[in-house]
């Protein structure tokens, strides 16, 4: 287990000076606030999608992180390596779980372990400040708990668990994805059912009376969350064409062995065919939604696509049943695959990041059963050598993305700022959290957006990490663009002509993009 912490420490720590990105400006604005009002952490506005609005509106996320946050804040001061330090010790209770629960079930543990934290979904996306990092630690741990409870009837063990599952849900809602594998896992090895009920009835409280709360003193989240869902299933994202080609890309590409391991490992029978037909079929140019798809997204696609359905295949198959951990492995992923098909509001990698543990300790149960000795260890280390090389990768470049929209802000402020002129800016994320540091403004939609800047005023405009706010009418302007390229030709993030959407599939179907399309294109509009 020592070696899967040291693993962990030396796979996240290089990235923890990353500068803050995706949805992480939106929580570390509710933690700062916290410390100012912690009886009240949603009293403010926030920016969001060009207009300031109640944070409350925006907010779908339960207190356990946004406290979290605010005591990080509190000790370090916010700086993007104290933060993220300040929460390794999550990263820590994360890896050692898994590690823990693969060796209830697996012979060989240590690799298929360190294949799961070098992944790329898990890989990036444990190290933001997000739900998932807190969600993942006490889930994982909480399902830990409750096999070696039911294994060896230890009882006070067994609530413990409940207790650290509902940790779990108010880090993050659809954290209730643990409740299945536990209950079924609990039924398995014949636990009492009452016992059982009482299990997940301890598991729901903290929710339930947190739903109470809101439903009857303050139904913002509510009325948020059901918009969200709302939203997101009349959107074109949501098609069923698009979400079965992203889940199914999602499924072999976040997991990188979830799509070569069944080529690798298995013998080509009818399964192989019949995925390889369907995903053929899936990514015909009949079932395109948008502009023209590259030929090597499109076989990209059909790779990813042919290997996830084969894993999956393979853990809900006859021969997997045999293996000594499917009362757990497959509840699980049907746990998340019903939560990522028909409620969260998009296909994500964030979400994969709880399916791969499932499905390589599943996969690696087969593979014992296949291989042994010096020949298995040898196909472990060569999966962990690619999976790691082309997750550092994507996190190399997912760094400069995210950093380069910092350098961006402090230029903007020398240049414009120190000069006397008002900064304006279209954007959010990253973009939006370094420029209303330096004391640049967001085009508030509601009240004219672009009518707002005066001729003398700046506005900066990002080419895929705006809020899409164009002028209303013609302006005398001077542009000054810039684009952001890299030398790896890997996108997380699609906004000319790829279809990378690791951070949510309305970018593209796949969670990464084989391209060498720009980054992003910075813009510097001066108004005459």
């Known amino acids: 287990m020592g070696l899967v912490a040291v693993f962990a420490l030396v796979v996240l720590v290089p990235f923890m000076g990353k500068a803050y990105h995706n949805d992480e400006p939106f929580f570390l604005a509710v933690g700062r606030h916290i410390l100012i009002d912690p009886l009240h952490p949603f009293a403010f506005d926030f920016t969001w999608y060009g207009s300031p609005i109640a ?14 946050l605010a005591a990080a804040f509190k000790l370090t001061g916010g700086g993007e390596w104290g933060m993220r330090l300040a929460f390794l010790p999550l990263d820590l209770l994360a890896a050692c779980a898994l590690y823990l629960i693969a060796a209830r079930f697996l012979r060989a543990p240590m690799l298929p372990t360190l294949i799961v934290i070098a992944t790329p979904a898990y890989l990036i996306n444990m190290n933001h400040l997000m739900p998932e990092k807190p969600a993942a630690a006490f889930g994982f741990c909480g399902l830990y708990a409750l096999v070696r409870a039911v294994d060896e009837r230890r009882w006070g063990v067994y609530w413990l668990s409940a207790l650290l599952l509902g940790a779990a849900i108010l880090s993050k809602y659809n954290a209730v994805l643990f409740l299945l594998p536990a209950a079924g896992y609990a039924l398995h090895r014949q636990v009492a059912t009452r016992r059982v009920l009482a299990h997940g009835a301890l598991v729901f409280a903290p929710l339930a009376c947190l739903a109470a709360f809101y439903f009857f003193c303050d139904r913002a989240l509510i009325d948020r969350a059901w918009s969200v869902t709302a939203e997101s299933a009349v959107s074109w994202w949501s098609s069923w064409p698009h979400k079965l080609r992203s ?4 499924a072999g590409g976040c997991g990188v062995v979830t799509a070569f391991w069944p080529y690798a490992a298995f013998r080509k029978g009818r399964a192989f065919w019949a995925a390889l037909a369907l995903s053929l079929v899936l990514f015909l140019p009949a079932f395109d939604l948008g502009p023209p798809v590259r030929w090597v997204d499109r076989l990209t696609g059909v790779v990813f696509s042919c290997g996830g359905l084969l894993a999956l295949w393979r853990v809900f198959g006859v021969e997997a049943r045999q293996g000594p951990g499917w009362a757990l492995w497959a509840p699980w992923i049907l746990s998340v ?35 042994s000795g010096a020949r298995l260890t040898g196909f472990y280390r060569a999966s962990l050598g690619g999976v790691l090389a082309l997750s550092v990768c994507l996190a190399l470049v997912d760094h400069r993305y995210a950093g380069a929209q910092k350098e961006f802000s402090e230029t903007v402020a020398a240049r414009y700022l120190s000069a006397g002129r008002k900064v304006w800016f279209s954007g959010y994320m990253g973009l939006q959290y370094y420029l209303e540091r330096a004391g640049c403004r967001g085009l508030d939609a509601s009240r004219g957006g672009w009518e707002l800047a005066e001729p003398g005023d700046v506005v900066v405009v990002l080419k895929i990490n705006s809020a899409l706010q164009q002028p209303g009418r013609p302006r005398l302007v001077d542009v000054h663009r810039s684009v952001l390229d890299h030398p790896i030709p890997l996108r997380l993030m699609s906004g000319w002509t790829g279809e990378g959407g690791f951070y949510s599939n309305l970018s593209g179907f ?3 993009s084989l391209s060498a399309e720009p980054l992003e294109e910075f813009s510097a509009v001066e108004l005459r």
């Open 55 to 68: 944070a409350a509106r925006i907010n779908t996320t339960p207190p356990v992180l946004l406290y979290m």
């Open 337 to 371: 695959v019903l939560i990522q098909l028909l409620f969260y509001w998009s296909v994500m990698s964030r979400m994969f990041l709880f399916i791969l543990p499932p499905l390589i300790f599943a996969m690696a149960e087969r593979l014992e059963a296949l291989r």
């Open 510 to 512: 796949l969670p990464y």
């Open 247 to 250: 889940f199914l890309s999602f």
